[in-house]
T-cell receptor, first 117, second 117 residues
Framework: GAVVSQHPSWVICKSGTSVKIECRSL??????MFWYRQFPKQSLMLMAT?????????EQGVEKDKFLINHASLTLSTLTVTSAHPEDSSFYIC?????????????FGPGTRLTVT | AQKVTQAQTEISVVEKEDVTLDCVYE???????LFWYKQPPSGELVFLIR??????QNEISGRYSWNFQKSTSSFNFTITASQVVDSAVYFC??????????????FGKGTLLTVNP
């Protein structure tokens, strides 16, 4: 099956700094990628939908100026958490759509654990 | 708006017992996909099954089986002869529409399954 990678797998940063998380589709082109956030012992919540070459669409309640998403190519989307605070500590997971014939498959990355101190 | 309810927050069973995880969904669309994912302690989501809204056939894959009933808007998941390795959080998810880039998932809150030896 198709593979989606995320880098880094975990990161610790100080409050007030920015952190960039990369999501790559390794063996397929993804016109659409999604970013989810998961707090401990909670479900995955969609943050935004990222389309290659256009602005991301953010879900209600997600600050677009704080969570910058860039989908510069068909294989790479980045999420930058700007001026991170401890409450941004979470597990961030991306997924990517791959169209195979008429079907659309979605593949998840392994996640990035962010800890803000 | 779409919604997925997993009423069971935690389930604990003894190895070799059968266990059923419940999932009830709400959607106004007539075309949609339903999913089950497994999330072990490592955090990476493991895809288990996808079912489209027009296919109500039950499915069996090894020790796993799924029962989809549109009449009750349920998509339940049964593990037969559970094993310790089945211990994980299981998520049910819903995606409206069949194709295109708008393939975002709505997840249930998840059920933590603990299989004790």
């Amino acid at each position: 099956g198709a593979v989606v990678s995320q880098h880094p797998s975990w990161v610790i940063c100080k409050s007030g700094t920015s952190v960039k998380i990369e999501c790559r589709s390794l063996d397929f082109q993804a016109t659409t990628m999604f970013w989810y956030r998961q707090f401990p012992k909670q479900s995955l919540m969609l943050m935004a939908t990222s389309n290659e070459g256009s602005k991301a669409t953010y879900e209600q309640g997600v600050e677009k100026d704080k969570f910058l998403i860039n989908h510069a190519s068909l294989t790479l989307s980045t999420l930058t958490v700007t001026s991170a605070h401890p409450e941004d500590s979470s597990f961030y997971i991306c997924s990517a759509n791959s169209r195979d014939g008429g079907a659309v498959e979605q593949y998840f990355g392994p996640g990035t654990r962010l800890t803000v101190t | 708006a779409q919604k997925v309810t997993q009423a069971q927050t935690e389930i604990s069973v003894v190895e070799k017992e059968d266990v059923t995880l419940d999932c009830v969904y709400e959607t106004r669309d007539t075309t949609y996909y339903l999913f089950w994912y497994k999330q072990p302690p490592s955090g990476e989501l493991v895809f288990l099954i996808r079912r489209n809204s027009f296919d109500e056939q039950n499915e069996i894959s090894g020790r796993y089986s799924w029962n989809f009933q549109k009449s009750t808007s349920s998509f339940n998941f049964t593990i037969t002869a559970s094993q310790v390795v089945d211990s994980a959080v299981y998520f049910c998810a819903l995606s409206e529409g069949f194709s295109g880039s708008n393939y975002k998932l709505t997840f249930g809150k998840g059920t933590l399954l603990t299989v004790n030896p």
